[in-house]
């Protein structure tokens, strides 16, 4: 029998240090599946803090599976605006749908009934069984590769699917049977202490003693990740058409990336501002002065976009496109309120 990924002593040491020094966040104060799964959602690519508010306002807009099943998707989009990976939204949707017609509308109470929903991989599907039904299963995520490749002094490529599935097989062994405390505390250690970019505080860690990465001193190299692909880079021009009191946005498409969001139409490349009016003569607008605006970048995982723009004053005289047309002219006024603007847009969106 191999020795255990962690001793008991060592998760007991855990559990402790975590019922001590755990942060009092709003989805810790629930044992509501429901919340709980959106929560975990909420969190695989955003910042705690940035997912405070968006949990609260979810969670009162729409309180239960139910409610979410039902909810207008561009309501949807609009509690999810500024959040990013919009696939998040609608997969949640998508599974709120699934529960309700095939679960009576609970949440799966087992493992495996979880991972069967959309969206819910098995990271997330630990963390639900664990933390919401006390099920001994772990649950993966960034930190928990990260502190566990420091406590095993493992130089192993952490982005590689069978390092993450031999660590989980192990974990599974050593879950206790507080297994939601368990799995928190994991994350709650990497997000606190084992912290990334070389820069644990050790001094502070209740697994010190057991870690391998501390005692070589090699805890801040790790943990180690496969080269990944560079980002492809994209130059944009973008436009930001108004009459008086009128904004031209276009809808994406349904599908790939940002699908069915709103946004300030774009093209491929950067042009000069001679190159504007036709442009936008092109859209069935008359153009009556053009301003740059200033550059600005933004970052999504596997592309950025570099953007230059320009506001373009357009003549007033314009009824609007037929309405399957992916271009609409909206009131500035409805603007903030009833469309959901992707942060790419962050530097253009904060003018209008
Ligand atoms: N990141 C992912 N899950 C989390 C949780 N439950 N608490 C804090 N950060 C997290």
Redesign the pocket.
């Known amino acids: 029998m191999n020795e255990p990924i962690l001793r008991p002593e060592a998760v007991r040491a855990l559990l402790a240090w975590y019922a001590q020094s755990k ?1 009092d ?1 709003p ?2 104060r629930t044992r509501d599946p429901y919340a709980i799964w959106i ?2 959602i909420m ?2 690519q955003t910042r ?1 803090e940035a997912v405070k508010p968006y949990y609260e306002r979810f969670l009162s807009v729409c309180p239960s599976v139910q409610a979410l099943a039902e909810l207008p998707e561009e309501q949807l989009l609009k509690l999810w605006e500024g959040l990013g990976y919009y696939s998040r939204a609608r997969n949640l949707q998508k599974a709120a749908r699934t529960v309700l017609a095939e679960h009576n509308g609970e949440m799966p109470a087992d493992y495996e009934g979880l991972l069967s929903l959309p969206g819910i991989g098995e990271y997330t599907a630990g ?1 639900i069984a664990s ?1 919401a039904f006390g099920i001994r299963v772990p649950a993966v ?1 960034g ?1 928990v590769l990260r502190v566990l490749s420091r406590v095993l002094g493992s130089r192993e490529d952490v982005m590689r699917p069978e390092v993450k599935a031999n660590w989980r097989e192990a974990l599974l062994r050593v879950v206790p049977k507080e297994a939601g405390d368990f ?2 505390s994991l ?2 250690l990497g ?1 606190t202490v084992c912290l990334p970019k070389g820069a644990p505080r050790c001094e502070d860690c209740p697994l010190r003693g057991d870690c391998r990465g501390a005692a070589l001193g090699i805890a801040e190299e790790l943990p180690v990740r496969g080269a990944k692909k560079p980002r492809r880079i994209e130059e944009r021009t973008v436009l930001l058409l108004r009459d008086g009191d009128r904004t031209v946005l276009r809808r994406r498409p349904p599908k790939g990336l940002l699908a069915g969001l709103f946004e300030l139409p774009h093209v491929l490349g950067h042009l000069g501002e001679e190159q504007i009016p036709a442009l936008v003569r092109t859209l069935g607008l008359e153009p009556l002065r053009v301003e740059r605006l200033e550059d600005a970048k933004h970052v999504f995982s596997h592309v950025e976009w570099h953007m230059i723009a320009y506001a373009v004053r357009i003549s007033p005289e314009f009824d609007g496109w037929p309405s399957e047309s992916e271009l609409l002219i909206v009131p500035n006024g409805d603007l903030h309120k009833q469309y959901a603007i992707p942060s790419a847009f962050a530097a253009y969106k904060k003018l209008l």
Do not use: G, K, M, P
Request: hydrophobic share 45%.
């Open positions: 942060r966040l989805w810790r929560s975990e969190l695989q705690v963390a933390i995520d930190n799995t928190q994350i709650e997000a």
